[in-house]
């Protein structure tokens, strides 16, 4: 098990993690989820052991990683954010130099390198220079590269940012495999609540530094337990019946967009009534409405403020 014990990270007073808490179990996926400058990356670059913390533990079966970092480094594969390849080689001549740099013995790294290729779905372009490659195309070898050794924890620094939605899937089902087929366990950073949520078994949400909320699917949505989410289709949005919605005190978080408009109202609220009649007022015809459990977006608006992508 890795575990991380109120990790922080200062860069010139300026605090990126503070007092982090977290712990991955060998099989599980857990999600690092929040906006840019969260601290997600400097997390998992302590994590990973390439940048030492200034204050706090990482754990990896209750012995200091920072102090002993081998024996983490040798289950650990890392895909970082940004592509680390050699465009005028192929992808079989990357995952060799690579595996050859970490000085995998020979018969093993042939023997990988065919495996990792068709866990990434690169078996089929064995003479094409990846400087011929798409974004995805580069993004899973990219993936492939940190399979080599076999690790049993594999850290994903936000994988599909700037991918087509082809190659994004294709990662996505990869790192269901991997983990359902291996049992590897997966700490997957993202901004795309979606993907956590497709993914992930346990989620971390992170902001401005520190974790604000933790637990699983159900237990994170709890936090809104009292609350669901209306939306409501119009025939036409019109400013009066948003300002009359507003001044409802039952009703919050209330956003409209062309003819959509959303809000929040407490689980056990009547708010029928009160929606038809401002309806009636202001002449706005309703074509249909929709009550919806929260999601984590919702959650992460609840406890900042902010949205996650702004
Ligand atoms: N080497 C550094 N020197 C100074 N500040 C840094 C450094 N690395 C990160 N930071 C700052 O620390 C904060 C957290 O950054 P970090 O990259 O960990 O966030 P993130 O959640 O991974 O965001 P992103 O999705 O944009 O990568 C940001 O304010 C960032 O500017």
């Known amino acids: 098990m890795i575990e991380v014990v109120n990790l922080t990270k200062t860069f010139k007073k300026a605090s990126a993690v503070d007092q982090v808490n977290l712990y991955v179990e060998p099989g599980e996926i857990v999600g690092l989820l929040g906006p840019n400058g969260a601290g997600k990356s400097t997390t998992i670059a302590m994590l990973s052991t390439l940048i030492a913390p200034t204050g706090g533990e990482v754990l990896f079966n209750r012995k200091s990683v920072v102090k ?17 390849l050699y ?71 936000e994988p599909t940012v700037g991918i087509d939605p082809q190659s994004r899937n294709h ?11 291996l049992n590897m366990a997966i700490i997957y950073t993202s901004h795309y ?50 300002n009359e ?27 029928l009534p009160m929606l038809l009649a401002i309806c009636e007022k202001h002449k706005v015809l309703l074509k249909s409405f929709q009550v919806e459990e929260p999601t984590l977006e919702d959650v992460f608006l609840h406890l900042t403020g902010r949205t996650l992508r702004n």
Request: aromatic content about 6%.
């Open 193 to 242: 609540m979606e993907e956590v949520e497709f993914l992930c078994n346990r989620i971390y949400i992170m902001d401005q530094g520190r974790v604000i909320a933790s637990g699983t699917k159900e237990e994170i949505k709890a936090i809104l337990s009292s609350e669901n989410k209306v939306l409501l289709k119009l025939e036409k949005l019109s400013n009066q019946f948003l």
């Open 68 to 84: 002993q970092p081998s024996a983490l480094r040798k289950v650990l594969g890392v895909v970082p954010q940004e592509i680390a």
């Open 87 to 157: 465009t005028e080689l192929t992808a079989r001549e990357n995952l060799q130099f690579f595996g050859s740099i970490q000085k995998m013995p020979k018969q093993l790294l042939k023997k990988r390198i065919e495996i990792v290729l068709e866990q990434i779905g690169l078996e089929n372009e064995p003479k094409k220079l990846v400087k011929h490659y798409s974004g995805g195309m580069k993004r899973r070898l990219n993936i492939g590269v940190a399979l080599l050794h076999e690790p049993e924890y594999l850290i994903m620094d």
């Open 245 to 271: 919605l507003m001044k409802q005190p039952e009703i919050s978080n209330i956003e409209g967009k062309e003819s959509i408009v959303s809000f929040s109202v407490a689980k056990e609220t009547n708010f």
């Open 171 to 181: 990662i996505l089902e990869t790192v269901k495999k991997l983990n359902e087929q």
